[in-house]
């Protein structure tokens, strides 16, 4: 062989350090001693890891070695092998998997876990790692730190998290999956990108968590509108997510109540299925401003979606506060009727035992506030009109 020859003849201290270096490739010797102490060659100088790694796959192993054989070789090459006695049998000649952010010379040691201290490694180091060895700790591979030097930017962990799940790589614990989620989804709502947040949540196995951190982020970034119609993120998630509704409505209830719009916090708990909490809401804050205003027309709305018995029957206080607000709004309505000449005898005398039943129920009605006070007293005063 042409280095051989070049070794016995002592005539590489006169050759090229890159030429060595290229024949000493082209031989499969990584590492090349030449006659004299200053004549060596190595092959894997002044190249990145991944560089490092493919001239022991290409040229340091065989051509019907795998990529674990090649892999392997280069493990020996950054780390350098001991004999049985742990004496140095051969140094580390090629450059270690840091991250590209690293510096060349960095060897710290990080801790991945409460377990186990390890040395920083490049992502595709560790992809590598679980190529050859599938029981490889996946917490390692998808640690921001192996790719980025923000410790808190999971934009690339999580979506590898997610390839990797697709093909069957599952045995990271539960713990730490959900941790992953729980992150990328605090990042994504930081960047306010909540909608997207709420997808993140998703993946979370464990039910009830799931639907914690889902209820949790849209009670957190939702809005309130001018009407209870759904915005365009809502629709994003009822639509595209599957997000029932239900949570939407109930989470901007909530919104609602924290800035006194009484009025919507009444009509999201209605869209939500809180029957009782629109109830309470109707007879704290909005019956007696809108039959005192004489604005009755959504109160009248919002009594008639609580008044069917599957509802109703769920609200302890219904036949004392809303059906009676409900039965006196009807009732004006025929006495309005009465005014324009357009009820019948029959109305009329059905009006009557009407207007006998309400005032002996005006006297249950909770008063809280002079409102509330001045309410009854408009209601009972309609009460007492009796036809010419």
Known sequence: MQLQQWLEQKTDRFMAPERLRIFSLLAGMMV???????????????????????????????????????????????????????????????????????????????????????????????????????????????????????????????????????????????SLVARLHCNFAAQLMSLDMWPWAVMVALHIPQASLRESLVKEIITRHCTLGDTPDLTDDDEFLVEQLSIPAEWIHRAKALRAQYERNHLLMAQHNILAGEWLLCHEAIVKHIASPAIVNGDTEVLMSMLEELEPLYRSALIPDWNKAGQVYLDYLRLADQLRDLAEGTESVIRQEERSADLVSLSSRLENLPVRCALDRLCRSEMAKTCTVRPA
């Open 32 to 174: 090349w001693h030449g006659s004299e102490p200053s004549v060596y060659a190595n092959t894997c100088d002044g190249v990145d890891w991944r560089r490092a790694f493919a001239v022991h796959l290409w040229y340091g192993s065989s051509y019907e070695a795998s990529v674990s054989e090649g892999f392997a070789r280069y493990l020996q090459a950054f780390k350098g092998s001991r004999d049985d006695d742990g004496n140095a049998f051969q140094a580390a000649y090629a450059t270690a998997p840091q991250p590209h952010y690293a510096p060349a010379a960095m060897e710290a040691d990080r801790r991945c876990d409460s377990e186990v201290d390890f040395r920083l490694r490049d992502t595709c180091f560790h992809l590598l790692r679980l190529y050859r060895k599938q029981t490889h700790r996946l917490q390692r591979t998808l640690d921001p730190a192996t790719h980025t030097p923000y410790v808190l930017d999971y934009q690339l962990s999580w979506p590898l998290f997610c390839v990797l799940q697709s093909l069957h790589y599952e045995h990271m614990p539960a």
